[in-house]
């Protein structure tokens, strides 16, 4: 919303939410508060805020104002109930229907910019029909295909922009106006216009082809451990096909973030519903080769340091689920974490983005010890030496650029010989490593 307001000077755009608390920190003047971090978003926030950006907790007011509202609330996978585990909780986007529904006066158009399971527009259509007024609305899809760590540059040039709606003259117009808006910054051919259930369906689909290609090149790089195979080469070479393209070919030790895992699936749970096993099954897998990587990899660190890690420190370098962001949903940290602290490893994490806090509730999110235990067992430190003096092994888990730029003789005189180096990320020179002394184990090499 933050990059529409800075793109359009004319239009009057006000966030909001219940949270006072965000809403504060959204409206703070020392920028370095920003509830989130991103490369670029406070130089685009300090530009519009309060010229026509503004954060508010007046949700009512804010709603019988707008011509248009973006719905953009969460949707967490269910916990409990029918689709526990699978199936997107839409427990908000109904609320959220519910008081726009409550409150307008006029005519608006909603568009969903959540991540949400193909028929969700029409959800949000009958819930907003069944009110007491005599507004109308038009329901949009125009779901966001923007990176965290890249999400202003993806806004700014986004490869397109999607806008499904109803095929009625009342829905065309919508449409109209939502394409008016991005056509401000974005090339018109790159703005593609769609039924509603193309556009909420290819959100679902872009995702799952994305992470599909990671979990194929990682399941590669266990072939590649077993045999005189580079996975690095490998994807460099079935990259240049120019029929494959060489993005998102990167072995790691598994994806991680708020969409890949949530949207296969809500694919998987769709297509289970509709009766479609074998789709269902096929999509399924992209998330167990995930969740295989992630235990190979402490599986490794484990058999390395003679199978056991009882009393051993162990230095995790990141936490967050990719760099350049402090967001740690589903990141491979906070489960190769939970392997190690099974094996009663002593975990000190150095991240320059995430606070301790945050990696105590990750872990203790999932249950597996009290929270007490985790807070014994794992400890955030706030720089590198200190993670890794004592350590019997250091394991790369987020590819940040500054572990790059260390010096890895000196680390590695700090740490128990030998030193043993886990590059999750394959990002560091491993053959420099080796020249130090230092046991380097990369994925598929
Ligand atoms: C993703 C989609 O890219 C974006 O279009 C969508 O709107 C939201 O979901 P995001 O989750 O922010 O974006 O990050 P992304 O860059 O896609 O990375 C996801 C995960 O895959 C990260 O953990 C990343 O480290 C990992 N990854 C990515 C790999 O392991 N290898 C790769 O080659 C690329």
């Known amino acids: ?94 609320l959220c229907a519910r008081q726009i529904a409550k409150e307008a006066t006029t005519d608006k158009i909603v568009v969903e910019k959540s991540t949400l399971p193909v028929r969700t527009a029409q959800a949000i259509k009958t819930i907003l029909s069944n009110n007491q007024t005599t507004a109308k609305f038009q329901v949009l899809s125009n779901p966001e295909f923007l990176a965290e760590g890249t999400a202003v540059a993806d806004l700014f040039a986004p490869d397109r922009v999607l806008i499904g709606g109803e095929q009625s003259p009342e829905g065309l117009e919508a449409i109209e106006a939502l394409t008016d808006i991005y056509a401000h910054w974005v090339p018109r051919e790159r703005i593609l216009q769609t039924n509603v259930w193309s556009s909420e369906l290819s959100k679902l689909v872009a995702n799952a082809f994305l992470a599909q290609r990671i979990s194929s090149i990682n399941s590669i790089s266990a072939l590649c451990e077993k045999t005189e195979a580079n996975v690095d080469e490998i994807a460099k070479a079935i990259g240049m096909d120019s029929r494959i393209g060489s993005k998102f070919l990167k072995a790691s030790v598994g994806f991680g973030g708020s969409c890949f895992q949530k949207d296969i699936l809500n694919l998987v749970y769709i297509s289970r519903s509709y009766g479609l096993e074998e789709v269902a099954d096929y999509w399924e897998h992209v998330i167990d080769l995930n969740d295989y990587q992630k235990r190979r990899f402490a599986q490794h660190i484990i058999s390395k340091l003679n199978n056991t890690l009882s009393g051993k420190k162990i230095a995790l370098l990141g936490w967050a689920f990719k760099k350049d962001t402090n967001d740690t949903r589903e990141s491979a940290a906070i489960y190769v974490a939970d392997y190690l602290l099974n094996e009663q490893a002593e975990v000190y994490v150095y991240d320059p983005k995430v606070p301790e806090s945050q990696i105590h509730k990750d872990l203790d999110y999932l249950n597996s010890r009290s929270p007490e235990e985790n807070r014994a067992q794992v400890h955030k430190v706030i720089d590198v030496e200190q993670a890794v003096s004592g350590a019997h092994a250091v394991a790369i888990l987020t590819e940040w650029d500054e572990f790059k730029s260390y010096d890895w003789q000196k680390l590695s005189n700090l740490m128990m010989q030998p030193a043993f180096v886990f590059d999750g990320r394959n990002i560091l020179d491993h053959d420099a490593l080796r020249a130090l002394d230092i046991q380097v184990c990369g994925i598929g090499k």
């Open 1 to 94: 919303m933050a990059v529409i307001a800075q793109k359009c000077p004319h239009i009057n755009v006000t966030v909001v939410d219940v949270n006072a608390e965000r809403i504060a920190a959204w409206n703070d003047t020392e920028l370095a508060n920003l509830p989130i971090y991103e490369p670029g978003l406070k130089e685009v926030v300090a530009e519009a805020r309060g010229r026509n950006l503004f954060f508010s907790t007046d949700v009512a007011s804010a709603i019988r104002e707008a011509e248009m509202i973006f719905m953009s609330v969460n949707t967490p996978t269910k916990t409990y109930g029918n689709g526990k585990g699978q199936a997107a909780d839409l427990k908000y986007i109904e």
